[in-house]
């Protein structure tokens, strides 16, 4: 996670926390399942594992969408089925969603329909007896600094209020081309592990100003866990892929016990 150039860490932006209800037995995180009409057997997977997963509590910390051009998409066919699983399922626990770098457009139209508690980036969940740091982990990949040019103009409100004043289908048509163009940078690198990570220093200052020593997060399709500096832990959630090999599926499950990787129930690898 070190640096090539010098770039100063950013400072934790606006905390938000959270503390979950007393009687909870386990919270579940995801991230990165790039959901489209064109990946109906992840798809299929996501939606049996929010039917048939015990945990009281599922946080989806990013990219659950591969593009989400706007809230007036949630009524078309695709849009519309994903909508109905995230509303079926936050019917029976409580549903997070905190936005990721594909889905940074998903909004509070959306979540309030679907009755999805929306999660600011980054959130401090509060929780048996342990505060751990919630994050897509795009904000921290400061060696790209291509995209964080791009992440901070499309993140302005300015931006977002003249982007979705457009047609739908103008905005697709760019979700599109955004995609296409990261698609074609991963396969001219196609190994996670040789994609931006997380910056260490930063993410070490993160954790201090929120007074935590466990940051979860996503974006980097590299899952796994390390010490990020003494006492500081990162956990690093799965993509989900079941439409091509190699398949992979994974849920980060936290409970009193502490933290453990399991196969999504419902889901057959």
């Not at 593009?67 to 399922?89: I, K, P, Q, T, Y």
């Amino acid at each position: 996670m070190s640096r090539q150039t010098e770039v100063a860490p950013p400072a934790l932006p606006s905390l938000w926390e959270y503390v979950a209800p007393t009687d909870w037995r386990s919270v579940d995180f995801i991230s990165d399942l790039h959901l489209s009409a064109d990946t109906p057997r992840t798809f299929d997977a996501w939606s049996a594992y929010l039917r048939t997963t015990d945990a009281d509590a599922v946080f989806i910390l990013g990219d659950l969408f591969e593009v989400w051009a706007g809230d007036d998409s949630r009524h078309d066919d695709f849009e519309a089925r994903c909508a109905n699983e995230l509303a079926e399922a936050a019917c029976r626990r409580t549903v997070g969603f905190m936005a990721g770098n594909r889905d940074f457009l998903v909004g509070l139209d959306m979540l309030r329909d679907c009755g999805v508690l929306a999660l600011p980036d980054p959130t401090v969940l509060q929780a048996f007896g342990s505060r751990v740091l919630l994050t897509h982990g795009d904000a921290l990949c400061l060696d790209d600094t291509k995209y964080q040019q791009f992440r901070a103009l499309v993140r302005s409100e300015a931006w977002q209020q003249d982007f979705l004043a457009k047609p739908l289908d103008e905005r697709r048509r760019f979700a599109r081309a955004v995609r296409n163009e990261s698609e074609q940078l991963k396969r001219a690198n196609p190994a996670p592990m040789d994609w931006a990570d997380v910056d260490g220093a930063a993410a070490v200052r993160w954790l201090h100003e929120a007074g935590a020593t466990t940051m979860v997060h996503g974006h980097t399709h590299h899952p796994g866990s390390e010490p990020l500096a003494p006492g500081m832990l990162r956990h690093v959630l799965s993509d989900w892929e079941l439409d091509h090999p190699p398949h992979r599926a994974e849920v980060l499950r936290l409970s009193a016990r502490g933290f453990r990787r399991i196969t999504p129930p419902g889901v057959a690898l």
